[in-house]
């Protein structure tokens, strides 16, 4: 059964530091990789998706890569802002299962 | 990406009671739709898979019979809680895989459900 990992559960950083959030998981035979960005009682903004085959992909400020064979990713965040924050959420899905296992999350707060 | 609508956003309801919440996939029909449950200051966890046509696949633990799903239409599922009691309290989001070849999974905007 996959499970996934987010390190750390929380974190606190001043604005305009640049940040990394960890993501582990179990089975390396995945489809693909998603970033999720949740704010309080909100539901989920897709942020980044990454397929098995690839290694990383960016969207502005926003970097995911993904170590497959080490069942590893990491969403680097350059340049925060307080808008930044939210609980940011690693999901993975399976090879010929559709649905997504998540994280328990990583929640960040940007100070101003 | 997909547009995917949940109604109703928010619902507060007495013990014993059923709610309904809808899923639709409004901009492209969707054979398979995901059930979501995240319990407060927790992750997502799967519920169920909702097939257009046929029964929905429920995941270990999931109570099929209390949980019903109904898939009546390529842009329509339907998950009723049936006489909900307080630890049902939950937030529930609904998925729409994409079309493509990457498996995108496009979310709602949940359902905030609150049983009293």
């Known amino acids: 059964k996959q499970e996934v990992t987010q390190i750390p559960a929380a974190l606190s950083v001043p604005e305009g530091e640049n940040l990394v959030l960890n993501c582990s998981f179990t089975d390396s035979a995945i489809y693909n990789l998603q970033w999720f960005r949740q704010d309080p009682g909100k539901g989920l903004t897709s942020l980044l998706l990454?397929?098995?085959?690839?290694r990383e992909q960016t969207s502005g400020r926003l970097n995911a890569s993904l170590d497959k064979s080490s069942g590893r990713s990491t969403l680097y965040i350059a340049a925060s802002q307080p808008g930044d924050s939210a609980t940011y959420l690693c999901a993975v899905s399976d090879t010929g299962r559709r649905a997504l296992t998540f994280g328990s999350g990583t929640r960040l707060q940007v100070q101003p | 990406g997909a547009v995917v609508s949940q109604h109703p956003s928010r619902v507060i309801c007495k013990s014993g009671t059923s709610v309904k919440i809808e899923c639709r996939s409004l901009?492209?029909?969707?054979?398979?739709m995901f059930w979501y449950r995240q319990f407060p200051k927790q992750s997502l966890m799967l519920m169920a898979t909702?097939?257009?046509?046929?029964?929905?696949?429920?995941e270990q633990g999931v109570e099929k019979d209390k949980f019903l799903i109904n898939h009546a239409s390529l842009t329509l599922s339907t998950l009723t809680v049936t006489s909900a009691h307080p630890e049902d309290s939950s937030f529930y989001i609904c998925s729409v895989p994409g079309l493509g070849l990457y498996n995108e999974q496009f979310f709602g905007p949940g359902t905030r459900l609150t049983v009293l």
């Open positions: 909702s097939n257009e046509g046929s029964k929905a696949t429920y």
């Open positions: 901009d492209f029909q969707a054979t398979t």
């Open positions: 990454i397929q098995s085959s690839q």
